[in-house]
Each structure stands twice: as structure tokens, then as C-alpha cells.
Nanobody, 123 residues
Framework: QVQLVESGGGLVQPGGSLRLSCTASGSFFSIAAMGWYRQAPGKQRALVAAITSGGRTNYADSMSMKGRFTISSDNAKNTVYLQMDSLKPEDTAVYYC???????????????WGQGTQVTVSS
């Protein structure tokens, strides 16, 4: 099983910054990618950004996040980070860590999810 431990959420004023972290542990053979999704009240969960084990990044097309969020990773620590700057009230959501990988050699890739961390942007 894969465990994902998220941290870094909280309450921040508009224009502020937060850095989310997610560390994967447990039994797995390889990581294909890790990333962050978010879900605001009444909305579906949606991609924020993802990064492959090779360092390729994929950001949501939403112009509202463009240039403000940066994803990075530390492969040695099985950890992914999301730096969020110039935060806006519309960034308020539960942010979920996603892990995509293989439990063992030859296995299909599967997804695991963290429990979510609340980010609230409000004055």
C-alpha cells in the first residue's frame, strides 16, 4: 500500500503564499508521476499540476493559475511540492496529492490519493 502525507495548507491572506508538500511512503516499485488536484465547494476535483519522475511538468490550462503555481519534486525523498504565490480567494479549495505508480515490476500504473489539505484564501 502507498501512504501519502500532505502538509502546508492553511489560512492565508490574498496575495500571500503557501507551499504544499506531499511525501509518499510504503510499498511500491516505481513512481510515474505525482501531482496536485483541488476541489472547491460544489465543484469537481481538477488538476492543478503534475510532475513526472523525469521532471516533466504539466499544469492546468486555467489562466487563473498560470504563472502563480510551481510544482517541483525531490525524487530521493519521494516528495512533491506545490509553491503557490499571489493567492486569490478563488484558490480556496481542498488540495489533494496524487501518486501514480506501480506496486511491483510489470504491474499496471494506479492512482493513490492523499487525504487532502485545506487552503483558504481570505482577508
Amino acid at each position: 500500500q502507498v501512504q501519502l502525507v500532505e502538509s502546508g495548507g492553511g489560512l492565508v491572506q490574498p496575495g500571500g503564499s503557501l507551499r504544499l508538500s506531499c511525501t509518499a511512503s510504503g510499498s511500491f516499485f516505481s513512481i510515474a508521476a505525482m501531482g496536485w488536484y483541488r476541489q472547491a465547494p460544489g465543484k469537481q476535483r481538477a488538476l492543478v499540476a503534475a510532475i513526472t519522475s523525469g521532471g516533466r511538468t504539466n499544469y492546468a490550462d486555467s489562466m487563473s493559475m498560470k504563472g502563480r503555481f510551481t510544482i517541483s519534486s525531490d525524487n530521493a525523498k519521494n516528495t512533491v511540492y506545490l509553491q503557490m504565490d499571489s493567492l486569490k480567494p478563488e484558490d480556496t479549495a481542498v488540495y489533494y496529492c496524487n501518486f501514480r505508480g506501480r506496486r511491483y515490476r510489470g504491474a499496471y500504473e494506479i492512482d493513490y490519493w492523499g487525504q487532502g489539505t485545506q487552503v483558504t484564501v481570505s482577508s
